[in-house]
């Protein structure tokens, strides 16, 4: 069974840095990270960065514009965040959204990771 596997985040105070992963374990034949979203108590899901395949195109969210860098490893099929200056309001579930095709003769499928909690303290 394919999944989506996060990892990296934790404990930090404000200012400091933490790199955050995302792959897939299991079998696959293709896989395309979208990008990361997060997700604080009691607000909606919202993406923080995102890439494509191919070109490489990037977006962020403005909150996080000039302290997080998204990038990918496609020999590794892993997608990175690396999340600089963190602030209080950083802290949040993260999560990365993937399509994923299982065999070469499916289509995608649309995978998200089960999240890796980001807390940022004052």
């Known amino acids: 069974q394919v999944q989506l596997v996060e990892s990296g985040g934790g404990l930090v105070q404000a200012g400091g840095s933490l790199r955050l992963s995302c792959t897939a374990s299991g079998r696959f034949f293709s896989i395309d990270v979208k990008g990361w979203y997060r997700q604080a108590p009691g607000k909606q899901r919202e993406l923080v960065a995102s890439i494509t395949r191919r070109r490489g195109t990037i977006n962020y969210a403005d909150s996080v514009k000039g302290r997080f860098t998204i990038s990918r490893d496609n020999a590794k099929n892993t997608v990175y965040l690396q999340m600089n200056s963190l602030k209080p309001e950083d802290t949040a579930v993260y999560y990365c959204?993937?399509?994923?095709?299982?065999?070469?003769?499916?289509?995608?499928?649309?995978?998200w990771g089960q999240g890796t909690q980001v807390t940022v303290s004052s």
């Open positions: 959204n993937a399509e994923i095709a299982t065999t070469r003769w499916e289509q995608t499928s649309d995978y």
